[in-house]
């Protein structure tokens, strides 16, 4: 596990996975019944852009920086833009520090994360907050266990490294157990595009899985060395109207985020639709 989150966090890619997420919990809150969000890769919640790692690797200046002018936009962006700039300069929030802070007191996250540096300073993330829970342990053997979450409502979150050179299969086993498990929850999975091909195979293992709807997003921000150029999302069971709120604030964030010009984005359905 030689993974480091801190050297990615703010960048294109984490700005386009943290835009979906906020949209699909502004969904969910829609409806007072409650509901749970299992977070099975989960990072440690908070990073320090000023840290050795982010200023070495520079990358979030490709991505949340470059939103630093934003003062509008559709209300998903408002309410990430409000929560990052809410922490304060030079900090930026790991998708459970942004579940959490969004959660309402009849809500509840799981955050799993295996790394023990990483979990610790996970859990003093979460501390404030009564209604979130860190596992340290591994992401996909605890799944099972947390599914069907007693709400009945909810996201799965699968945000892994793609470390290992078989995890896009080991994704696709779980997004298939956890869809077995739990047909009517939401699953937003990351994953990066390095080969299109690689990618377009995973995203057909998934759709193996069998769920009514699926839909893709992709991001291009254009080549740039051996820096991760593309990356894109899965959304298992996407709330109505996430496609359309995703292609609004891609119209917003897209030109903003390419490396020569404009970032490419594509938002399209592999199954269902609306
Ligand atoms: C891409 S990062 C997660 C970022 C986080 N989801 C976010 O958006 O802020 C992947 C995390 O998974 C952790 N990890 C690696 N293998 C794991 C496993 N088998 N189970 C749980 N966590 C794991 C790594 O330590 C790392 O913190």
């Known amino acids: 596990m030689n993974y480091r989150h801190a050297f990615h966090a703010g960048n294109f890619a984490d700005v386009i996975k943290h835009l979906a997420l906020v ?23 908070l990073y320090d852009l000023t840290s050795e790692e982010a200023r070495r690797s520079g990358e979030a200046a490709g991505g949340i920086a470059r939103l630093a002018g934003l003062t509008d936009g559709p209300e998903t962006l408002r309410s ?3 929560l990052v700039r809410g922490l304060g300069a030079g900090r930026y ?24 540096q990483e979990a610790q300073a996970l859990g003093a993330a979460l501390a404030p907050f009564r ?6 342990a591994d992401g996909y053997s605890r799944l099972p266990s947390l599914l069907p979450p007693p709400e009945r409502r909810g996201l799965v979150l699968i945000d892994p490294p793609y470390e290992a050179p078989d995890e896009f299969a080991q994704v696709a086993r779980a997004v298939a157990d956890v869809h077995r498990r739990f047909a009517t929850g939401i699953v937003l999975i990351w994953f990066p595009i390095k080969s299109p091909a690689a990618a377009d195979a995973f995203c ?22 051996d820096r991760l150029a593309a990356a894109g999302l899965l ?11 995703m292609r609004a604030v891609l119209g917003v964030v897209a030109p903003l985020l390419g490396r020569d010009g404009a970032a490419r984005a594509r938002v399209a359905w592999l199954a269902g639709g609306e």
Do not use: C, M, T, W
């Open 204 to 225: 057909g293992e998934v759709l193996l899985a069998g769920p009514r709807k699926l839909l893709r997003l992709d991001i291009h921000v254009g080549a740039a060395d």
């Open 23 to 45: 949209s699909i919990l502004i969904h969910l809150k829609k409806k007072p019944a409650p509901f749970a969000v299992i977070d099975s890769h989960a990072g440690r919640g």
């Open 93 to 116: 929030p790991g998708s459970p520090l942004i579940a959490a802070r969004l959660l309402r007191p009849q809500d509840r996250l799981v955050a799993i994360e295996k790394h023990p």
């Open 80 to 82: 990430y833009l409000d």
């Open 131 to 136: 209604r979130a829970r860190l596992a340290e």
């Open 235 to 245: 959304v298992v069971n996407p709330p109505f109207g996430f496609a359309d709120d």
